[in-house]
């Protein structure tokens, strides 16, 4: 047995993993393209981009290199009263990238945290204008985190089970397809009348946790339109969207009503450290503008734009231009919606799903539970492991989610090894 598989048994708990004696976690030593090799000498494509952060692949040359330098400059440094060229740099570049009417950003450590920013400071803009607003609305189905904050607005469900009775209150709506969308905005204007609602928050375009379901730009575009109109504020959490995971930079790029906030993580430093933003506007940030010491945002975290995160993600920022990374987002898209085709012809699979670096399939499971002990999704993720892929199915739903830097022949050898697990599939 490996030394580093049987003391990381011992000595680690790992995250959304269920305790399983028989069970080793796969020491991996290095990384190259889409690519992670193991201790034992095998080697495994990242289908999911090591949970959605890897955009340009690991160990990337020029992020390393650039990296190398800023260790030479400036490993951290208190963010409080304190500043440095990394952090405001990639300020610019962001809220360049983002385009209006965003002006400002705070930083945090991961996806929970840039979402709690946002409803802390959603929940305390109202309450510096005078007024209070305790609750807010989210999409059934939805994740954003494991935070308290972030889990108060996710899907009540049995991951956060054990904390209902401690979770601030939010009222949930549908997620909108076609078909429903008219109930859905009339549910969302039910709750908006009621004047106590702080913020509604949303992930645009892709639920990703939730099962990679996907919905249209339209319509999301109206339930910000009827919530401007009601005057309740609006967060996109984009921690899994952004950086093309829905073909352009951010999802809200496909949106004409612009949200008050975005959070951003994952993929921002590439992949290679924990960073979180959350971009707001001018109206937003003008309410922490005052003298008014009640009215300062008191959030932060020892390690808030550590120097080291912020020039990763300047270095990704400049990746994406020199290695056309949009340009190899569409090649991935069309060469998903090519494997779409026969995919859906499966008698297992019931529905295919493609949206830029996403391709998502529904495999037909007698299982209603979606998520929890539903023996089909530890069924697949052991075949695929088998097989040298990493594909970790959410319930009965197998993803790909690959870095932009994939070949052809893995993104081949991944579709490949999706038939041949299927194939086998008993039901
Ligand atoms: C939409 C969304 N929001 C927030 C988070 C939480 O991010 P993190 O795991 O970095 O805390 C996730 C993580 O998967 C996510 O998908």
Not at 107 to 124: L, P
Not at 130 to 151: C, K, V, W
Not at 165 to 184: A, D, K, M, S, W
Request: hydrophobic fraction near 45%.
């Amino acid at each position: 047995m490996s030394y580093w598989a049987s003391l990381d048994r011992k000595l680690i708990m790992h995250p959304f993993t269920r305790f399983r004696r028989e069970l080793l976690n796969i020491p991996v030593v290095r990384g190259e393209g889409a690519l992670l090799h193991a201790e034992d000498g095998s080697t495994y494509v990242d289908a999911i981009a090591s949970w959605w952060v890897n955009l340009h692949g690991h160990a990337h040359p020029y992020i390393n290199a650039q990296l190398k330098q800023q260790l030479d400059e400036l490993e951290h440094v208190i963010f409080s009263g304190f500043t440095h060229p990394p952090a405001v740099k990639l300020a610019e570049q962001l809220l360049g990238k983002l385009g209006s009417p965003y002006q400002q950003i705070f930083y945090s450590d991961n996806g929970s945290t840039a979402v709690e920013v946002a409803i802390k400071m959603s929940i305390q803009y109202w309450k510096n204008i005078g007024e209070n607003r305790p609750r807010l609305i989210a999409f059934q189905n939805s994740y954003h985190g494991d935070t308290f904050g972030a889990m108060a607005v996710s899907e009540r469900d049995v991951f956060t089970e054990p904390f209902h009775q401690h979770l601030f209150e939010v009222v949930y709506i549908p997620y909108p397809t076609e078909e429903n969308f008219n109930q859905v905005l009339s549910a969302l204007e039910n709750h908006l009348q009621s004047h106590d609602i702080a913020a509604f928050i949303f992930e645009p375009l892709i639920q990703g946790a939730g099962g990679m379901r996907m919905t249209f730009a339209a319509l999301l575009d109206e339930l910000i339109l009827v919530c401007k109109k009601y005057d309740v504020l609006t967060i996109a959490d984009e921690v899994m969207t952004g950086f093309f995971k829905t073909g352009t930079c951010f999802a809200i790029d496909h949106l004409t009503n612009k949200p008050d906030f975005v959070c951003i993580s994952k993929a921002l430093t590439g992949g290679y450290f924990p960073l979180g933003v959350t971009a707001f506007t001018e109206t937003i940030a003008k309410v922490f503008q005052s003298e008014n010491i009640r009215h300062t945002f008191y959030h932060g975290h020892s390690f808030t734009a550590n120097p080291l995160a912020c020039r990763a993600a300047l270095a990704s920022l400049e990746l994406i231009e020199l290695e056309y990374t949009a340009e190899k987002v569409q090649h991935i898209f069309r060469m998903h919606q090519q494997a779409a085709k026969d995919f859906i012809s499966h008698p297992l699979i019931t529905e295919v799903r493609t949206m830029g670096l996403v391709l998502a399939m529904d495999i037909q499971t007698s299982f209603q539970d979606y998520f929890y002990n539903n023996p089909i999704r530890d069924v697949l993720y052991r075949e695929f492991i088998r097989r040298g892929i990493i594909i970790r199915p959410l319930g009965n739903v197998v993803y790909v989610l690959p870095p932009a830097c994939i070949t052809d022949e893995q993104l081949n050898r991944i579709y490949a090894a999706m038939h041949e697990v299927l194939d086998q599939l008993k039901m």
